[in-house]
């Protein structure tokens, strides 16, 4: 069968850096999905992007669809024919609808029972004549923002200016928005030109003839060649931040590397200060010398080539200076500020409508961080982390975090230190903001990662209270993301405070001040539900089996380190010879202890054999020894050291007896053993194999 490849474009005006990756990827798999559901088959799929333009070259399409044979099941044959032997209405009603007749039917057996059957032949059709559809894909995309402009209905990221759409050397023919296909490129906005593709695989070399590098991978490799060869040429370390990396990648057609410099004076300010100024605002990467420290140079990228650098360098430099200048006047300001009159400001601040001002929030929080220090003994350091907790905010009212909100936390360290604030207190207030992302670490002080729970569990509280819970991808407070910092600090600090302590300890603040909109049983059992839900993701990263997952987090948390310890315990051991057998005694106590519906206290003396001793002899044993164990793994193989009495047990004694009084006995024994396993791990829930 004949093979073509397929090229399709959209030129747009300018995308947001953030949305080009994604709406490339976007287009890929929907082409790539739409293919598959037509039957039509391809080869190397190959996607490419710039600010201007996201395309898509699928290498080795075939020129029709595959023919398909199937064969389609229809009434039993009791059905399809009536008592004289003539067809029913079934059986025509079914070959009707897969367009054949009654003279295709043929009777097949399965299980006993025949049932009609006939086969039928699809003839693919040509893919040129289903091409069109791929308009509705265009269509059809979705992004994070959309716009409209003119007088169209359509919503799309950025207005479309050209469209091609190629398949061999023929133009697929369809308009989007009054755009019509054709095989009409557009270059760089001031090196290039408009260019024509005469077929799809040309498509990379002429656009590269124009100044755009169409392939954003091999774009990223150009950068990071530049830089290298930078770092080389001057002696420098310029620390590639990935993410500005992939912004910048995605605002530049044709990348060329260069640098600026900026007034040594301004290295006086914080490190953060510089780097954010840069970074955040002026997407450039900072420079340091080989001992690590900042030098006053920086590095952009141009959309463009090499010619007149130093004009575009002094522009840049312009730009920053004027910026940094800013930061250097908000810093000596904000010196001039006491912490104690910053605080007063937060009394005007509304943290949330329905919550109250930022200043009420930290009072909460305070409260909380209080409790918090007395439950981890903390003694002389509780002073130091209840004045972290009061003054944890207080950076917020200064004009440096005003104008980069990206500092928060780092500027309130600083200013304390200015302000004579113990080093552990200032360090505090950076510390609790941690885990700031999913790939950050969690606090490294106990006074941080304390006043970090606190305010945590009290933003959580604070939201489910008022019944603002993330549903779907729609999580405007972040609040996954706050409830993640909680388990991962709970996690790697291994602290002895359970996730349902912490829940209630979020409310009762809460329920005091009034602010309870709920009833306060819903709200911890939604928290419990949306905690459970982030252990569970916490598991999957570090690659427990789901069915291990579910074991451990079948009641409640507790303690998360421990119930960490526990999945990774059964993780080990799940592949380990005699891990089946055991189990199976395990899950078989679990079982039948289900069926305790009058729990009395165990009575030795209403035994009737010796394996009912042997059994509670040695579960009083193994009780004993699970409660004074400090290890996960300790308590496991004393769970399973029951396996060889539990098996004798059952291999003697009918649990279910007809006495009421000895069943009643037997039952409360497996309720006794069954609790103490559920305590680790829900063991009939795991999957053996």
Same mark, same amino acid.
């Given at each position: 069968?004949?093979?073509?490849?397929?090229?399709?474009?959209?030129?747009?005006?300018?995308?947001?850096?953030?949305?080009?990756?994604?709406?490339?990827?976007?287009?890929?798999?929907?082409?790539?999905?739409?293919?598959?559901?037509?039957?039509?088959?391809?080869?190397?799929?190959?996607?490419?992007?710039?600010?201007?333009?996201?395309?898509?070259?699928?290498?080795?399409?075939?020129?029709?669809?595959?023919?398909?044979?199937?064969?389609?099941?229809?009434?039993?044959?009791?059905?399809?024919?009536?008592?004289?032997?003539?067809?029913?209405?079934?059986?025509?009603?079914?070959?009707?609808?897969?367009?054949?007749?009654?003279?295709?039917?043929?009777?097949?057996?399965?299980?006993?029972?025949?049932?009609?059957?006939?086969?039928?032949?699809?003839?693919?059709?040509?893919?040129?004549?289903?091409?069109?559809?791929?308009?509705?894909?265009?269509?059809?995309?979705?992004?994070?923002?959309?716009?409209?402009?003119?007088?169209?209905?359509?919503?799309?990221?950025?207005?479309?200016?050209?469209?091609?759409?190629?398949?061999?050397?023929?133009?697929?023919?369809?308009?989007?928005?009054?755009?019509?296909?054709?095989?009409?490129?557009?270059?760089?906005?001031?090196?290039?030109?408009?260019?024509?593709?005469?077929?799809?695989?040309?498509?990379?070399?002429?656009?590269?003839?124009?100044?755009?590098?169409?392939?954003?991978?091999?774009?990223?490799?150009?950068?990071?060649?530049?830089?290298?060869?930078?770092?080389?040429?001057?002696?420098?370390?310029?620390?590639?931040?990935?993410?500005?990396?992939?912004?910048?990648?995605?605002?530049?057609?044709?990348?060329?590397?260069?640098?600026?410099?900026?007034?040594?004076?301004?290295?006086?300010?914080?490190?953060?200060?510089?780097?954010?100024?840069?970074?955040?605002?002026?997407?450039?990467?900072?420079?340091?010398?080989?001992?690590?420290?900042?030098?006053?140079?920086?590095?952009?990228?141009?959309?463009?080539?090499?010619?007149?650098?130093?004009?575009?360098?002094?522009?840049?430099?312009?730009?920053?200076?004027?910026?940094?200048?800013?930061?250097?006047?908000?810093?000596?300001?904000?010196?001039?500020?006491?912490?104690?009159?910053?605080?007063?400001?937060?009394?005007?601040?509304?943290?949330?409508?329905?919550?109250?001002?930022?200043?009420?929030?930290?009072?909460?929080?305070?409260?909380?961080?209080?409790?918090?220090?007395?439950?981890?003994?903390?003694?002389?350091?509780?002073?130091?982390?209840?004045?972290?907790?009061?003054?944890?905010?207080?950076?917020?009212?200064?004009?440096?975090?005003?104008?980069?909100?990206?500092?928060?936390?780092?500027?309130?360290?600083?200013?304390?230190?200015?302000?004579?604030?113990?080093?552990?207190?200032?360090?505090?207030?950076?510390?609790?903001?941690?885990?700031?992302?999913?790939?950050?670490?969690?606090?490294?002080?106990?006074?941080?990662?304390?006043?970090?729970?606190?305010?945590?569990?009290?933003?959580?509280?604070?939201?489910?209270?008022?019944?603002?819970?993330?549903?779907?991808?729609?999580?405007?407070? &972040? !609040?996954?993301?706050?409830?993640?910092? =909680?388990?991962?600090?709970? $996690? @790697?600090? *291994?602290?002895?405070?359970?996730?349902? +302590?912490?829940?209630?300890?979020?409310?009762?603040?809460?329920?005091?001040?009034?602010?309870?909109?709920?009833?306060?049983?819903?709200?911890?059992?939604?928290?419990?539900?949306?905690?459970?839900?982030?252990?569970?993701?916490?598991?999957?990263?570090?690659?427990?089996?789901?069915?291990?997952?579910?074991?451990?987090?079948?009641?409640?948390?507790?303690?998360?380190?421990?119930?960490?310890?526990?999945?990774?315990?059964?993780?080990?051991?799940?592949?380990?010879?005699?891990?089946?057998?055991?189990?199976?005694?395990?899950?078989?106590?679990?079982?039948?202890?289900?069926?305790?519906?009058?729990?009395?206290?165990?009575?030795?003396?209403?035994?009737?054999?010796?394996?009912?001793? &042997? !059994?509670?002899?040695?579960?009083?044993? =193994?009780?004993?020894?699970? $409660? @004074?164990? *400090?290890?996960?793994?300790?308590?496991? +193989?004393?769970?399973?050291?029951?396996?060889?009495?539990?098996?004798?047990?059952?291999?003697?004694?009918?649990?279910?007896?007809?006495?009421?009084?000895?069943?009643?006995?037997?039952?409360?024994?497996?309720?006794?053993?069954?609790?103490?396993?559920?305590?680790?791990?829900?063991?009939?829930?795991?999957?053996?194999?």
């Amino acid at each position: 069968m004949s093979k073509r490849d397929l090229l399709l474009e959209i030129g747009l005006e300018e995308m947001p850096a953030r949305f080009v990756t994604a709406s490339m990827k976007q287009l890929s798999d929907k082409v790539q999905k739409w293919l598959k559901e037509k039957a039509i088959e391809f080869g190397a799929v190959e996607a490419f992007s710039t600010p201007r333009r996201l395309a898509i070259l699928v290498k080795d399409v075939s020129e029709s669809q595959k023919d398909i044979e199937e064969e389609a099941k229809g009434p039993a044959k009791k059905i399809a024919l009536d008592s004289e032997g003539n067809w029913s209405k079934a059986a025509l009603g079914f070959v009707r609808g897969q367009g054949m007749t009654a003279e295709d039917i043929y009777f097949k057996e399965l299980k006993g029972i025949e049932y009609a059957h006939v086969n039928k032949f699809i003839k693919g059709q040509p893919t040129s004549q289903l091409l069109s559809e791929l308009q509705e894909i265009i269509s059809g995309m979705t992004f994070p923002k959309n716009m409209r402009w003119a007088n169209q209905d359509l919503r799309f990221v950025r207005p479309i200016k050209w469209l091609i759409a190629l398949f061999g050397n023929e133009v697929v023919p369809f308009s989007i928005a009054d755009v019509e296909t054709g095989r009409e490129t557009k270059g760089h906005r001031f090196l290039g030109e408009v260019a024509m593709i005469e077929a799809p695989e040309e498509y990379e070399a002429t656009l590269r003839d124009q100044f755009v590098m169409a392939n954003p991978d091999k774009r990223r490799s150009v950068i990071l060649e530049q830089i290298k060869s930078l770092e080389q040429e001057k002696g420098w370390i310029i620390p590639v931040d990935e993410d500005l990396l992939e912004e910048v990648n995605n605002l530049v057609e044709y990348p060329t590397v260069l640098f600026g410099h900026f007034e040594e004076e301004f290295l006086e300010l914080p490190a953060e200060v510089l780097i954010t100024s840069m970074k955040e605002h002026q997407r450039y990467f900072p420079v340091k010398d080989q001992d690590g420290k900042l030098l006053a140079f920086f590095v952009t990228v141009r959309n463009g080539d090499d010619r007149h650098l130093e004009k575009v360098s002094k522009g840049n430099e312009k730009v920053l200076r004027a910026r940094l200048s800013d930061a250097a006047f908000f810093f000596k300001e904000d010196q001039k500020k006491e912490i104690a009159d910053a605080l007063k400001k937060l009394d005007s601040i509304v943290y949330h409508e329905e919550i109250g001002t930022l200043a009420e929030k930290t009072a909460r929080v305070t409260a909380v961080t209080g409790v918090l220090a007395d439950a981890l003994n903390l003694k002389g350091e509780k002073d130091l982390a209840l004045r972290a907790a009061e003054i944890a905010k207080f950076d917020l009212v200064s004009h440096m975090v005003y104008e980069f909100p990206e500092l928060q936390g780092y500027m309130g360290e600083k200013y304390a230190l200015l302000k004579g604030e113990a080093k552990e207190v200032a360090a505090a207030i950076n510390e609790h903001y941690m885990p700031r992302h999913a790939d950050d670490n969690v606090p490294p002080s106990v006074i941080g990662a304390v006043v970090s729970i606190a305010e945590k569990i009290d933003t959580l509280a604070s939201f489910f209270a008022i019944g603002v819970i993330p549903t779907g991808s729609q999580d405007p407070y &972040a !609040l996954r993301r706050q409830a993640s910092g =909680v388990v991962q600090i709970l $996690a @790697e600090k *291994k602290w002895n405070i359970s996730l349902e +302590e912490l829940i209630t300890l979020g409310l009762k603040g809460l329920e005091s001040k009034g602010l309870l909109k709920r009833d306060l049983d819903e709200v911890k059992a939604d928290m419990f539900t949306f905690f459970k839900a982030r252990v569970k993701h916490l598991l999957q990263e570090q690659q427990i089996r789901y069915d291990l997952i579910d074991a451990v987090l079948i009641d409640e948390i507790g303690f998360i380190h421990s119930l960490v310890e526990r999945a990774h315990v059964l993780d080990a051991k799940k592949d380990e010879a005699g891990f089946k057998e055991s189990l199976e005694a395990l899950s078989r106590v679990m079982n039948i202890a289900v069926k305790c519906d009058h729990k009395v206290t165990v009575d030795p003396n209403a035994f009737e054999n010796e394996q009912e001793k &042997a !059994l509670y002899e040695k579960y009083q044993t =193994v009780a004993l020894r699970y $409660a @004074e164990s *400090k290890k996960e793994k300790e308590r496991f +193989e004393h769970l399973i050291s029951l396996q060889s009495e539990i098996e004798s047990y059952f291999e003697n004694t009918m649990v279910m007896a007809d006495d009421e009084a000895i069943r009643n006995n037997r039952l409360s024994l497996m309720k006794e053993i069954s609790d103490l396993v559920s305590g680790f791990a829900a063991m009939n829930k795991i999957i053996l194999s």
